[in-house]
């Protein structure tokens, strides 16, 4: 029977992801209770003003461990890592934070008998052999970033941590987030929140993949609402571990500036492509996720008119 989680370290806490999760862990479980770890970034004011924050460099044994101790933490959110466009850039980094840094954090789980740890993968798992619509939970892992090469080791080695070494690790592929809160920094999905500052603030926004360009795509709230739940979920119903597939909506570059011009009619797109469309490209259109459906209960809440509504709104009271 898994340990109750009490105290938790999220790392990479100043990330878009990062930085909205520790605010609802610490409105679940108390704020004392949920420590901000961050390597080079300074977390929000929020972040900083509502709970404990440490350095922590996962590539850093010592200095993980130390936390852990000091706190008593029995879960680690893992939410430090080198996204798809930076990894191309840099894909040693990416391979030493991704891959040693998440291998630290198991080692650690596995020395000090945590109860959960979490590490999102991602839609990167996935490469052009893969099957692009309704991608299924099973299905061919080749991918073509050096993001989705680590993405696909992490699945495999936290499952084959939980199998061999009983440490219950669980994540999920991600698809883009979207948000409103802190900027994404260095993925390829970035231009389905980069379109709105801009949208709200320029009126006009130079998209770098093609207009028909179609991913898919999820809202922080579910995101986050996931994450947790997955978190949650007794042992014995899971199935799967590491590599649960996760929907919510699928659409173009295209169809979100429409969408978004119902709420201000102004906005001009035009498109150029760089790099990050070829990895746009090998990625898929929509995904199966049945298997979360049917093992932890996932059923997201937004769709993309709710979703492009709540963003306007949202950014619209903090630029304008
Ligand atoms: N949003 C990520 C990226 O674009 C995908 O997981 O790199």
Redesign the pocket.
Known sequence: MARPMKRILVTGSAGQIGSELVMVLRDRYGNDDVVAGTNRTQPSKAVQESGPVEVCNINDKGQLHSIVDRYDIDTIYNMAAI???VGEQKPLLAWHVNMDGFHNVLECAREKELARVMNPS???AFGPETPRMNTPQETVLKPKTM?GVTKVAGELLGDYYFKRFGVDVRGVR?P??ISSETL?GG????YAVAIFYEAIQKKRYECFVREDTVLPMMYMPDALKGLIDLAEAPLENLKHHCDFNMASMSFSAGELAAEIRKHIPELEVTYKPDFRQAIADSWPQSIDDSAAREEWGWKPSYDLATMTKDMIEKLSARLL
Not at 187 to 190: F, K, P, V, Y
Request: proline content about 7%.
């Open positions: 996204l798809s466009a991602s839609i990167a993001y991600y883009g987030i994404p993925g390829t999905t970035d």
